[in-house]
């Protein structure tokens, strides 16, 4: 070979491999991410959407968007109540884990120059407000998607002082003081403040940031404190469920959750209007269950007028884990797709990053990415899902009592177990939803199972 022919050889593929380089670094840097809209329900109980069988409570909305992708009837979420079920979500880590990270990044700021300085009395104050500040030390959703280019925002409930501890640009979110302010109790601002005025006041501010952000891909983080307590929802959603020999409570239950799913209908509206629709990721979930059949009354029981029925909000039962997650982006997810895999709320935040295509952050959390799932290429591998609740029921506190308890569901079977109370039950999950028979008696041997799996999981 001659070295004319050499140098041409040489040259081609120099060019071919430059060429290559440059294209793909291009469609790296070119790829159209979907805008992201993570809805959260606030105590909305799985029996009561339509989409999920319900013949009286009205979500034409939420009915629209579950059929227009891929509905798991099966989702978990990891708390029997609000503020760890919604770390895990922005964290994708759960609320056990969770709290072991959030002690040892304790641990080591006190060990720091700053903390070795204080007097004691600041000490003793740092140390008792460490949990309201401790967000801002944990990777999240929207840090990851930042490196891409997202904003984010966040709205709704928000119980980590600001939303800037989350990793968001923007935020309703922005701090508490022990004074009631803006007509808000300390309570009140604790759960999120102005950010609670979400769906129940206005949807403004989120279409303000979606007006600024239409040429970035965003985040949104849509929270609204609905259809929670107080159930105080615009008479024309009572009127839908009055006159009908409903319970009053379950009127004024039903009613918010009509009220929240007109506020996400407008929502969507909205994108539609700014053609930003079609390349937006809608995902639903709830951050805790809740029990109100339509003829419970709890209207002058104060104690469940403000937490439902004994089986939802801060029980043991599966109503008070079980969620719809819901997945939809048009032309991309398969419309009228339903799963019945067991699929975690610490799952949803690898899944969002998949979607973006975001290499998965060792440091992000523990969930599994169930894009293949959805798009019908496998299925979900999770078998069992555990869990541990710290508060249960209390007659004397709204805000329920201390309880080293656990619970686990597999495809046949709701298990749980409270040391505390020294209780042990075991429910039929395809047959019994509702947990009404205790069958451990029957089943000892699948017990036993879950009280070693959950053994290996939480105590080793």
């Given at each position: ?397 709204p805000m329920g009592k201390d ?43 699948v017990a036993r199972l879950f ?10």
């Open positions: 070979m001659n070295f004319y022919n050499l140098y041409r050889i040489v040259y081609k593929s120099t060019l071919s491999l430059l060429i290559l380089l440059l294209f793909s670094g291009c469609s790296q840097t070119n790829i159209k991410r979907p805008n992201i809209l993570l809805i959260i329900g606030d105590d909305h109980g799985y029996p009561y959407f339509g989409f999920m069988g319900s013949e009286i409570v009205s979500t034409p909305n939420m009915d629209t968007l579950a059929r227009s992708g891929a509905l798991f009837t099966n989702g978990y979420v990891p708390d029997n109540h609000c503020r760890p079920a919604l770390q895990s979500l922005i964290t994708g880590i759960d609320p056990y884990n969770f709290k072991i990270q959030r002690d040892s990044i304790k641990q080591l700021q006190k060990e720091k120059q700053f903390f070795i300085r204080m007097d004691k009395d600041s000490k003793d104050q740092w140390e008792n407000n460490f949990n309201y500040h401790s967000m801002k030390y944990f990777n999240t959703v929207p840090t990851e998607l930042k490196k891409l280019g997202y904003k984010s925002f966040q709205s709704g409930k928000w119980w980590e002082y600001h939303f800037e501890y989350g990793g968001f640009s923007d935020g309703m979110t922005t701090g508490w003081v022990r004074e009631k302010r803006d007509g808000r109790n300390w309570f009140q601002q604790f759960m999120g403040g102005e950010g609670t005025d979400i769906g129940r006041v206005t949807n403004q501010p989120v279409y303000d940031f979606i007006e600024k952000n239409q040429s970035n891909p965003f985040f949104i983080w849509y929270a609204p404190q609905l259809p929670h307590y107080p159930f105080d929802a615009p008479n024309k959603y009572r009127e839908m469920y009055e006159n009908k020999g409903y319970a009053k409570s379950a009127v004024e239950y039903y009613a918010n959750c009509t009220w929240f799913d007109d506020s996400v209908g407008e929502l969507i509206l909205h994108l539609k209007n700014k053609n930003l629709f079609d390349n937006t990721l809608f995902i639903y979930v709830n951050d805790n269950g809740w029990e109100q059949e339509p003829y419970q009354e709890f209207i002058n029981d104060p104690m469940r007028s403000h937490n439902g029925g004994d089986k939802g909000k801060l029980s043991i039962f599966d109503q008070s884990f079980r969620t719809p997650i819901i997945f939809s982006w048009k032309n991309k997810i398969k419309s009228n797709t339903q799963l019945d895999d067991l699929i975690h709320t610490i799952d949803i935040s690898a899944t969002i990053l998949d979607y973006a295509n975001v290499k998965k952050s060792s440091s992000l959390g523990q969930g599994k990415s169930f894009k293949k799932v959805i798009d019908g290429k496998e299925r979900g591998s999770r078998k069992i899902i555990l869990g541990q609740s710290n508060k249960i029921r209390d007659a004397s506190d309880v080293e308890a656990y619970w686990g569901r597999d495809k046949n079977w709701f298990y749980k177990s409270n040391i505390t109370d020294n209780t042990e039950e075991l429910y039929d999950a395809l047959n019994d939803p509702k947990c009404m028979v205790n069958i451990i008696e029957n089943h000892k041997d009280n070693e799996k959950i053994g290996h999981k939480y105590l080793d």
